[in-house]
């Protein structure tokens, strides 16, 4: 008897409205939960990706391995939203945001409970793994 295939939608599970249920990198849902922020590295020539990614666009390979966002970045820039894309708009006010980690970078948000007045550009910030309050999965920047 054929075995069933079962779908790998772990990905439905990301940020407040989510686009996509399948991906290469489904992993970085299970490290979400574990509330660890993940990017890729290409084993072969040390590309970091974050969003993560599966494959190497220098490579042309799929040699990659796992490893954690951790540590601080520095504000790149952010821009708070008073308007937001059609399904966000229970979120708002949100500040999305930049992070360079030197290697590589982040986009994402500010957490809410970071007061306006204390977001400089230039100061070290980190990720967090974060649940929306309707269950679904995000990270966020917090002042480190
Ligand atoms: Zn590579």
């Given at each position: 008897m054929a075995k069933k295939k079962e779908m790998?939608?772990?990905f439905s599970k990301?940020?407040?409205v989510s686009f996509t249920?399948?991906?290469?990198?489904?992993?970085?849902?299970?490290?979400?939960?574990?509330?660890?922020?993940?990017a890729t590295r290409c084993k072969d020539?040390?590309?970091?990706?974050f969003p993560p990614r599966a494959d190497c666009?220098?490579?042309l390979a799929s040699n990659m391995e796992w490893i954690e966002i951790s540590g601080t970045g520095k504000l790149v820039t952010y821009s708070k939203l008073e308007y937001a894309p059609i399904g966000f708009g229970d979120d708002l006010p949100?500040?999305?945001a930049?992070?360079?980690?030197?290697?590589?970078?982040?986009?994402g948000r500010i957490a809410g409970d970071v007061p306006e007045e204390e977001i400089k550009v230039g100061m070290d910030m980190k990720t967090v793994a974060n649940?929306?309050?309707n269950g679904q999965l995000n990270y966020v920047f917090e002042k480190a």
């Open positions: 790998d939608t772990r990301f940020g407040t249920a399948i991906t290469k990198v489904n992993d970085f849902i299970d490290y979400l939960e574990e509330g660890r922020v993940m020539c040390g590309l970091v990706f666009y220098r490579c949100y500040a999305i930049l992070l360079d980690y030197g290697d590589y970078k982040v986009f649940t929306l309050p």
